[in-house]
C-alpha cells in the first residue's frame, strides 16, 4: 500500500528527515477518543511521527511518552477548544454544537485547528480554525472545506484567498518537521529545539533527563 496521496504532496514540501519514529496504535486511539480519525491524519503520524512544522504542533491521539511533550494530545485539548466554539457561536451558519469539533493543531501564535465531525465518514471532515487574531466584526472561527493535510499544504502553497490563520509563518512559505524526540534531545544538549543551533541560554536553565 502505497502512501497517502496528500501526504506525498506535504513530503515535497516538507521532509520526514527529522522523523521520530513512532509506531501508533490506532485501534487503541481510536477507542479512546470514540471516533475513527481521517486517514490523511494517520498516514501523517505514520510517516513523520509526533512533532511539530515549524511554530505548528501536530497533536498526537494519545500521550506521547517524550518527556515535556506528555500533556499535548488530542484529549488534553478537546475541552477548551470547545470551550472557544461555545463562548464564539462557532463557525457562522454551520448548525454544530461544540461536541463536532476535535483538534488536531495548535500553536503559531494560539491558533486551534480542528476538524468539524459532520458526516460519518472522517475522511470527509473539513478543518475549523480559530484565530486568534481577525478582522473587525469577523468570527475567529472559520470552516475550510479539505482535511487537515491540504489544509497545511495549501496553507504553504498560498492557495487560498487570504492567510487562513492569524498567523503567517507558514503562509505562501514551508516549515521544517521536527519531532519532539529530536526537540527534546536537542534541548538536553543545550540546542534550539527548532534550529539546532546552540542555544545562548542554555547553561542558565538547563534541561536534563535526570
Known sequence: MGIHSDVAVLLDL???DLAGGEQID????EAALGTKLPSDYKALLDTYGVGDIGELVILPPLPSDVRGWEACHIGSMTADLRWLWDEDAGVPGAMFDADAVLPWGSGMNANEMAW???DPDPDKWPVVAWRRHHSW???P???FDCGMVKFITRMMLGRFDACPLGDASLWKRTGTFVSWREQRRRLVAGLD???GEPDPYANM???TDD
Not at 490506532?26 to 486511539?29: E, H, I, T
Request: glycine letters at 4%.
Open 14 to 16: 516538507v521532509p520526514a
Open 26 to 29: 490506532w485501534n487503541a486511539a
Open 116 to 118: 468539524l465531525m459532520n
Open 137 to 139: 466584526g469577523e468570527s
Open 141 to 143: 472561527w472559520a470552516l
Open 193 to 195: 529545539p527548532q534550529t
Open 205 to 207: 536553565y538547563p534541561i
